[in-house]
């Protein structure tokens, strides 16, 4: 796999790219942080039809980041940062402009699964191991400022938007929520202020952007759990199942604007629902094999989804039209990220399951502005200034 961008000018190398971020992004003056995570006026301008023209004209390039299989990777709120984690203990974070290794986080003793950024903090960071230990960073010190002891491994983890508390979910279906508030009160090892056993097969979970409603896939044949999160109570109150898929259901997203809400199954199918109705609006049924992550761009214009296969396939939210398919030559992708701010596409794969193809970067080029002739005045000028040369003649060949 590579790191996709559209640079016309900038070369790469193994380590990562050395150009700045203003040639890896040659919109990044067009792109401006959304205002309450609407899409960017760039994102806005790209015309439908001429969309995948742009996404086929973007170029790649890579860098190698671990030696072990690519477990997760997430952008910090800036989008200055993104961490990768991998099935060695070491959690790493790049410089989102030149991909180069900034820091390495290093405490568990297995492999990290998950990262998540904290919502609005940029300089904090969760992560799960396989050591039965959440740990809460604090990346300018490259320290672990808390540690969560639980009972099995972590496999799923989500911050609440508001920033106030953490949800965890472990190998044998417990989700705990956590209250980040008091470990700012000098609580060193904070505990779950709620645990929730489940009695079916839990994976991956969200709560929406009002931190209202909370989103569990399950294992049950096409249910979504729809629960609502009781802030003064902290509790969990059951709304109502969804059936949304004919088999297992595995990932859900929320798109940054709330409006939607995306689920991902064994069945192929990705589905986009209404978050204020929660009817499903539409299905997208490009897929083959089980769909295992997915990821909105800024604004929530286009959905990235990867699965079981050899390719990411990439949507108009609104519409469902296909825009884009990447190929790879691997097994499959572990996980995928849009940046939070840019028309940047990170994810990882695991080729040949061998060694780590890095984070990926997609960034579409902006349609060049068509070429005009200049004005006629101006034409007179630069034929004073600029006379065009005269034809040479042809040399003459003397009579011996």
Not at 47 to 63: C, N, Q, V, W, Y
Not at 124 to 149: F, N
């Amino acid at each position: 796999s590579e790191i996709m961008k559209a640079s016309s000018s900038s070369s790469s190398t193994s380590n990562g790219s050395s150009s700045s971020s203003k040639a890896l992004n040659p919109l990044a003056s067009e792109f401006k942080p959304a205002t309450s995570h609407s899409a960017p006026k760039a994102l806005q301008d790209i015309p439908l039809d001429k969309a995948p023209r742009i996404f086929a004209e973007a170029r790649s390039t890579h860098a190698t980041v671990h030696k072990g299989l690519l477990n997760s990777l997430g952008w910090n709120a800036p989008g200055r940062r993104l961490a990768t984690s991998a099935s060695d203990p070491v959690v790493r974070l790049l410089a989102g402009d030149t991909l180069k290794v900034e820091a390495e986080l290093k405490g568990h003793t297995d492999s990290v699964p998950i990262v998540c950024w904290h919502p609005s903090e940029a300089d904090t960071l969760a992560t799960a191991s396989e050591d039965k230990t959440t740990k809460l960073w604090d990346t300018r010190a490259g320290k672990a400022s808390h540690t969560i002891r639980t009972s099995t491994s972590v496999i799923n983890m989500n911050f609440c938007p508001n920033g106030m508390f953490l949800g965890v979910g472990t190998k044998d279906d417990n989700i705990g929520v956590i209250d980040l508030r008091a470990m700012e009160k000098g609580v060193a090892t904070p505990k779950p202020i709620y645990n929730m056993k489940s009695t079916i097969e839990a994976n991956e979970f969200c709560w929406s952007p009002s931190c209202e409603h909370f989103l569990l896939t399950t294992g049950t044949v096409g249910r979504v759990e729809l629960l609502g999160w009781n802030n003064p109570s902290h509790s969990f109150s059951y709304i109502k199942s969804l059936e949304a898929h004919t088999a297992s259901t595995y990932c859900v997203k929320y798109d940054p604007t709330g409006r939607y809400f995306a689920i991902g199954g064994a069945d192929s199918l990705v589905s986009l629902w209404d978050s204020k109705e929660f009817v499903c609006v539409r299905t997208l049924g490009r897929m083959q094999a089980t769909v295992r992550n997915l990821s909105f761009s800024p604004g929530g214009v286009f959905i990235a989804a990867v699965g079981e296969e050899k390719f990411v396939d990439i949507s108009h939210t609104e519409t469902g039209t296909h825009i884009h398919q990447i190929n790879l030559e691997s097994l499959k992708v572990a996980s995928i990220a849009w940046h939070p701010k840019q028309m940047v596409l990170a994810f990882g794969d695991d080729k040949n399951k061998q060694y780590v193809a890095p984070p990926l970067l997609l960034l579409p080029r902006q349609p060049r502005p068509p070429q005009r002739d200049p004005p006629l005045r101006l034409q007179a000028r630069l034929r004073r200034t600029h006379p065009p040369p005269l034809p040479r003649r042809a040399p003459r060949h003397r009579r011996q």
